[in-house]
């Protein structure tokens, strides 16, 4: 945010003399003159409060604003969710009640005691201090922030298993829980094998999005191969 630093009785006297006669102008929307909006130093751990709270904030982690993950909506160039495999975005803290960390390192834990991996790419995996564990940096415990996504993915006979968990220890937090999946269509554009497992699971099925597939690798030197 940019500030002109003026003297603020002056400010207000300026903006008095033009109302008086009625001038018309439009200001740029991002000066704040009277500096009303200072923006306060965090230290760690609090500073994960604006990083995960505040969507114009990049995390550094992946590069990306917001909570911090592409999802599979890049997959295909990034291939993170291959053929027979499923991918899960499990989200905390919509709509806007906040999440604790301590309430995701219940989620993570019980999620790592099934040995799935965790998504590499993500802000909450760089933040777990034993991943194999699920356990999160300690320091971070007592933080609360907006909402946060954990990914992690495993073959399609392991949806039910990773499902019933998740649903165990949702009703054991107080935040709002949500979990999507994702697998890859075959060539025609239908999925034959999750869609039919989540109905006899009792989960209504329904294409929230999808991947149409028209991504290129155009850096194969950093990709290691073209798709």
Request: proline share 5%; net charge negative; charged share 25%.
């Amino acid at each position: 945010m940019s500030q002109e630093r003026l003297n603020p009785t002056i400010v207000r006297a300026v903006r008095w003399a033009a109302g008086k006669f009625r001038f018309r102008f439009e200001p740029e929307p991002d000066i704040c003159p009277t500096a009303a909006f200072l923006m306060e130093d965090l230290e760690w751990p609090r500073i994960v409060r604006r990083v995960f709270s505040d969507p114009l904030i990049e995390h550094k982690s992946t590069g990306i604003h917001g909570r911090g993950t592409e999802e599979v909506k890049t997959n295909d160039v990034t291939d993170r969710v291959s053929v027979g495999e499923v991918g899960y975005v499990i989200e905390f803290g919509r709509p806007g009640v906040g999440v604790w960390f301590r309430e995701i390192e219940a989620v993570t834990k019980a999620l790592a005691q099934l040995s799935v991996p965790f998504e590499a790419k993500n802000p909450i995996t760089q933040l777990m201090d034993d991943e194999t564990a699920g356990t999160l940096n300690p320091g971070l415990l007592d933080e609360k922030i907006l909402s946060a996504i954990v990914e992690i993915k495993t073959e399609i006979s392991e949806v039910p298993r990773v499902l019933e968990t998740v649903s165990v220890v949702a009703r054991q937090i107080d935040t709002v829980v949500a979990v999507g999946v994702s697998t890859r269509c075959d060539e025609a554009g239908d999925d034959k094998l999750l869609a039919s497992l989540l109905v006899d699971l009792d989960y209504d099925v329904a294409r929230a999005k999808t991947n149409m597939g028209l991504g290129r690798v155009t850096n194969t030197a950093a990709t290691g191969s073209a798709r």
